[in-house]
């Protein structure tokens, strides 16, 4: 079974950094991705960014382009999430997830980890 657990969430200021990290643990899998999805409260989860595993092409959703960047290390089956200038609108349970070779969309999912900014 693999496990995805994400780590680095916290409580910040507006215009503070954060990096979030994911690491994949269990047995060992194929993706073709990886990627980080928010949900605030009482909206959608949405989609933030992503990073093919095989290539690492990069991916962001327009809100975060310029302020995150998302990054992988192979070796230690383990992707992050750089934030900086971090908004009161970036507060959010944020999600890793991957998606397995095979599979048309994400289908493993982490527990989530909290951000929040605010001053």
């Known amino acids: 079974q693999v496990q995805l657990v994400e780590s680095g969430g916290g409580l910040v200021q507006p215009g503070d950094s954060l990096r979030l990290s994911c690491v994949a643990s269990?047995?060992?899998?194929?993706?073709?991705?990886m990627g980080w999805f928010r949900q605030a409260p009482g909206k959608e989860r949405e989609f933030v960014s992503s990073?093919?595993?095989?290539?690492?092409?990069?991916y962001y959703a327009d809100s975060v382009k310029g302020r995150f960047t998302i990054s992988r290390s192979i070796s230690q089956n383990t992707i992050y999430l750089q934030m900086n200038s971090l908004q009161s609108e970036d507060t959010a349970v944020y999600y890793c997830?991957?998606?397995?070779?095979?599979?048309?969309?994400?289908?493993?999912w982490g527990q989530g980890t909290q951000v929040t900014v605010s001053s």
């Open positions: 269990g047995r060992t899998f194929s993706r073709h991705a």
């Open positions: 990073i093919r595993w095989a290539n690492g092409d990069t």
């Open positions: 997830a991957a998606q397995q070779v095979g599979a048309s969309s994400y289908n493993v």
